[in-house]
């Protein structure tokens, strides 16, 4: 597709999503899950972990740095978050030309029941990557057009709103990468046991962490667990809940009005200047820098 029709096809996603973006933020809207991303200034490189969703891109672009893998998702893609990995983001937008998007949330619930009504999927083995960019096609396109104009209408999202996010999902689905989505509740899969182990210790990340309750969780041994946790997150488990911690602790400082030390404790440190240590490590400036960053 040539770039002048590439943009003319995204138009009416940026048309629809426009009026909702009211800041540079992630914006939540009447659709419980559902956000509308916005931003108008470059962001260099900064560590990341997105709760599971399909992250669709009408204008500007992203870079995703995982590992050793570098994703670009720009206008006319989506991205598939199947798991919550940490993983470093670059954002390209201007005053000019701002980056709109909208995150759709992954239900592993309604996956579940799209999955038991459809066909099996291929048999062949596939490699299951936990984060993957996926151009829009006319029928994705559409899915995502026809839940964002019910977010204009009181009356669709009420009455089609659940609707419309449960064709996108299906729409995904049947997708060129539907295969990572179906992985995600194929209830005997390693990638499935780590999603719901991922989703336990996003509940409960203040908790003291227990690798071994993890892995019974999962229905593994410890060795297996750690294993297949590592190859899908790129982290251990320590360094994992390390990390998202820290995102946590990001969010409150920028948020809320609490100081460093009652931060600290809300995500799980039992020592502040351990916590100061470890944030100034990730983020290259203290804790207490963090609001006047913002």
């Known amino acids: 597709m040539s770039l002048t029709k590439h943009l003319d096809a995204n138009a009416r996603l940026v048309e629809l999503i426009r009026p909702l973006a009211v800041a540079d933020d992630w914006i939540p809207t009447s659709i419980d899950g559902l956000r509308v991303v916005s931003c108008r200034s470059h962001i260099a490189r900064t560590a990341q972990i997105y709760e599971p969703s399909l992250m669709v891109i009408a204008q500007g672009s992203k870079l995703a740095y995982l590992g050793e893998r570098t994703l ?26 701002p980056l709109l998007g909208v995150s759709i949330p992954i239900d592993r619930t309604l996956l579940g029941e799209l999955v038991l009504a459809m066909e099996p999927g291929p048999s062949q083995a596939q490699t299951t990557e936990s984060m993957t960019a996926v151009p829009l096609d006319d029928s994705m396109r559409g899915a995502v057009e026809r839940l964002l104009q019910c977010l204009h209408d009181p009356q669709d999202r009420l009455a089609m709103g659940q609707a419309r996010l449960r064709e996108v999902l299906y729409t995904a689905l049947r997708g060129p990468n539907g295969h990572v989505l179906r992985a995600l509740v194929e209830q005997q899969g390693q990638f499935a046991r780590i999603a719901g182990a991922l989703s336990w210790l996003h509940a409960h990340y203040e908790e003291p962490l227990q690798v071994d309750d993890l892995a019974r969780r999962a229905n593994m041994s410890a060795s297996t667990f750690h294993e297949h946790f590592k190859r899908n997150t790129l982290a251990s488990p320590v ?19 609490m100081n460093v030390s009652q931060v600290a404790l809300k995500v799980g440190y039992q020592s502040s200047s351990q916590f100061s240590r470890e944030y100034k490590r ?6 207490g820098q963090e609001r006047d960053l913002r």
């Open 282 to 287: 990730l983020f290259n400036h203290s804790p």
């Open 239 to 257: 360094q994992y809940i390390k990390r998202l911690r820290l995102l946590k602790a990001r969010a409150l400082l920028v948020a809320d009005a």
């Open 72 to 97: 670009e998702y720009g206008a006319g893609h989506y991205l598939i978050q199947a798991l919550p990995v940490p993983f470093e983001c670059e954002t390209f937008a201007s005053e000019q030309l």
